[in-house]
């Protein structure tokens, strides 16, 4: 085992042990090569393990954080079901039951911002292009942030449909005010993906940027035109969830086998 690995292990253990408890910060870096009698890379590359498993992150003006490593992953089964509660509007598949409580951490931002090169290839336009953001910051309550959810509205939706823009965006939300715009019924397709999370979407979800997440982002197209009218998108850590499908039996998987005759 390299020197680096031995430190992390004992970082590891004492973490889970609780010496170094959720919350609570790992001594400074000069205290850790003095305990270990290592230097600095050897502390960097140990630390930069235990970002990977999501034990620990650096926080500016804090000092090396220890983070919520007991929550359990969340099982999500991700069906094709879109669903309507008549005082929410559409229910889309998601990390939560229906009737379960969410927090919502901070405050909703809205503005118009350039659109990220993945957006703008969802979307049908050039990256760059200032596009009406709405995002905000949600988990289980009285969970840390668990998902960062970001809705993109075309320059058509808002034309048609400006109410979706708007802060309060009415009842049902901003897909009925679009539905009712002449778009309706909206069609839409969702897309998966792990990747690595930016600066500022660690800094939100209160996770190492060592740590991969996942994206899932769903596509809303027009029945107008087939224009795509919005882009939502969610990253989730990684170390968070799991994605849960039940599998089926084609016709031609059916049992008993039949036994193939000898030749």
């Known amino acids: 085992m390299a020197r680096y690995e031995e430190v992390a292990d004992d970082l590891r253990q004492r973490i889970h042990s609780g010496e170094y408890g959720v919350g609570g910060t790992l001594p400074r870096y000069e205290e850790l090569t003095q ?22 992150r650096p926080i500016k003006r804090k000092g090396i954080v220890v983070l919520d490593w007991t929550l359990a992953r969340r099982r999500i089964a991700r069906g094709q079901l879109v669903m309507r509660d008549p005082r ?34 969802l979307m049908g336009i050039e990256a760059g292009i200032a ?7 949600t988990s289980p309550a009285g969970e840390p942030p668990f998902q960062l959810a970001e809705t993109w509205l075309s320059a058509s939706a808002v034309r048609d449909a400006p109410q979706s823009a708007e ?10 005010r679009l539905e009712e715009a002449g778009h309706g019924p909206i069609a839409w397709t969702e897309y998966a993906r792990p990747r690595m999370p930016s ?6 979800l209160e996770i190492s940027q ?31 969830v799991e994605l849960v499908t039940q599998l089926r039996r084609d016709k031609s998987a059916s049992w008993p086998v039949e036994p193939i005759p000898p030749q």
């Open 199 to 204: 600066r500022e979407e660690a800094q939100l």
């Open 167 to 176: 802060p309060a965006t009415g009842p049902g939300g901003y897909i009925d």
């Open 131 to 137: 596009v009406l953001r709405r995002r905000r910051v």
């Open 35 to 56: 305990t270990y009698g290592v230097g600095r890379g050897v502390v960097s590359a140990a630390l930069a393990v235990l970002e990977r498993e999501g034990l620990v």
């Open 88 to 121: 929410r509007g559409y229910v889309f598949p998601a990390a939560s039951r229906p009737d379960e409580p969410w927090e919502v951490h901070g405050r909703l931002f809205r503005e118009y911002v350039p659109a990220p090169s993945r957006v703008a290839e």
């Open 210 to 240: 060592e740590m991969p997440v996942l994206e899932t982002a769903i596509v809303g197209k027009s029945a107008q035109d087939g224009s795509v009218l919005e882009v939502t998108v969610r990253v989730i850590p990684a170390d968070r």
